[in-house]
């Protein structure tokens, strides 16, 4: 399972990144916005991330067109080879997609909302394609089932592109897509901040605690 925080905050990356159980952050351009970090300031951003720990990271290209994304793509990709590019499941998008995946550049299709368009990323050769489940929930689909099938499918045509789950709203819809198959997922700082707060656990940590003071006094 590989987790990844959904924030351009630095001092929420931070103090997850510190848990030891996020593998890298994702970002996009409201992220970006409401982090108030600025296209210039990608490449420090991205060197702040790395040293809190991350061991990847998720820009979102920008652009019009099909020529815009591919070389927006280029300069997010020569910062380093730990960052991996978006681009949106559109036609433009997915053109650019396969054209950087064809010169080694992983890629992240995203906004993928069925079946086919997870299919189309793995015909680009993308690294990753992002389903929204909340979304997926709140236009009235039913997002779980969505990206089962979309992991089946990819399963079934042996791709090597992974499901990269987006827009979770709870750490029980973690539990019901790792039994999906899906092992990339990306939380909000919010989101992920509930994963520690368990309160049986929180409640036994406690009574471990004092008995442990107890005993040394």
């Known amino acids: 399972m590989k987790l990844y925080i ?15 159980v996020f593998h890298g952050v994702t970002t996009n351009p409201l992220i970006l916005k409401a982090g108030g970090i600025r296209l210039a300031e990608l490449a420090d951003f991205a060197d702040r991330v790395f040293s809190l ?32 590019v978006k681009l949106p499941a559109t036609r433009e998008g997915l053109a650019a997609a396969a054209r950087l995946s064809g010169e080694g550049i992983r890629t992240c299709v995203t906004a993928v909302y069925s079946p086919y368009q997870a299919l189309l990323a793995a015909a680009a050769f993308a690294a990753f394609a992002a389903p929204y489940l909340g979304r997926m929930n709140d236009a009235g689909r039913d997002g779980h089932a969505m990206i089962a099938q979309m992991a089946e499918a990819l399963r079934h045509t042996e791709s090597a592109t ?35 707060k368990e309160s049986l656990t929180l409640e036994a940590a406690g009574a471990f605690d004092e008995a442990a003071q107890e005993l040394s006094g």
Request: glycine content about 8%; proline content about 2%; aromatic content about 8%.
């Open 6 to 20: 959904d924030s351009a905050d630095l001092s929420h990356i931070e103090a997850l990144m510190k848990s030891g």
């Open 53 to 84: 720990g991350a061991r990847e990271i998720l820009f979102q290209r920008w652009g019009g067109d099909e020529t815009e994304y591919y070389w927006n793509g280029l300069g997010l990709a020569d910062m380093s080879s730990q960052v991996v």
């Open 162 to 196: 992974e499901i990269l789950a987006a827009s979770v709203r709870s750490p029980e819809d973690i539990a019901r897509l790792a039994r999906q198959g899906v092992s990339h997922i990306t939380l909000s700082p919010a989101v992920a901040d509930m994963l520690f």
